[in-house]
């Protein structure tokens, strides 16, 4: 079975840091673009990064400087390393396995149930 | 930035129609997709590439696109389809890629 699990969520202090983990099951990660996504309290989708399959990696503009996407293939798992923390990215984060459409288009078709992150003092 | 714009809300009774629009300037070019989320639990991909259905989605989710405008349609609404739904582009006019949600319609079975 296809599944993602995400774990490594918390109470940070504005300023800090956290790392976000996803293991995978069922499929490679290392094979297909991973993305992360956040929904912050009562509001919407926000695409937060993503690792291409050849390991480029892109980032929002809201999180670029600050956060760090990353995958240790032995572990078939997926990384967030989120510094600097603001109040504003305060979010339950979703990864996602990502299917490359055209263009460079993509879309997410496996999620994880997410894990909250609380950035507060 | 480039912005997906979905109403905040539609109401439909059991049985009768839903539709979901979402409009952006590059959905002409760009292909559109359709998520699915209930209270406290993960999007569920309904619709990919405009009018494409996964595996286990009900018959009854559909897409459609015309211009700037793609369109979620539930026929036959069933209690258990109330819950948000996000459309989903890709912003390309930049030195790459980026996703884009729309800001979610919040469908509401009466």
């Known amino acids: 079975e296809v599944q993602l699990v995400e774990s490594g969520g918390g109470l940070v202090q504005p300023g800090g840091s956290l790392r976000l983990s996803c293991a995978a099951s069922?499929?490679?990660?290392?094979?297909?673009?991973m993305s992360w996504v956040r929904q912050a309290p009562g509001k919407g989708l926000e695409w937060v990064s993503v690792?291409?399959?050849?390991?480029?990696?892109y980032y929002a503009d809201s999180v670029k400087g600050r956060f760090t996407i990353s995958r240790d293939n032995s572990k078939n798992t997926l990384y967030l390393q989120m510094n600097s923390l603001r109040a504003e990215d305060t979010a339950v984060y979703y990864c996602a396995r990502d299917v490359y459409s055209h263009g460079g288009d993509y879309y997410m078709d496996v999620w994880g149930k997410g894990t909250t992150v609380t950035v507060s003092s | 930035s480039y912005e997906l714009t979905q109403p905040p809300s539609v109401s439909v009774s059991p049985g009768q129609t839903a539709r979901i629009t979402c409009s952006g300037d590059?959905?002409?070019?760009?292909?559109a997709y359709w998520y699915q989320q209930k209270p406290g639990q993960a999007p569920v991909l309904v619709i990919y590439?405009?009018?494409e259905r996964p595996s286990g989605i009900p018959e009854r989710f559909s897409g459609s696109s015309s211009g700037t405008t793609v369109t979620l349609t539930i026929s036959g609404v069933q209690a258990e389809d109330e819950a948000d739904y996000y459309c989903?582009?890709?912003?390309?006019?930049?030195?790459?890629?980026?996703?884009?949600f729309g800001g979610g319609t919040k469908l509401t079975v009466l």
């Open positions: 069922g499929f490679t990660v290392s094979s297909n673009y």
């Open positions: 690792i291409y399959s050849g390991g480029s990696t």
């Open positions: 989903q582009s890709a912003d390309s006019s930049g030195t790459y890629p980026q996703v884009v």
């Open positions: 590439k405009d009018s």
């Open positions: 590059a959905l002409p070019k760009q292909y």
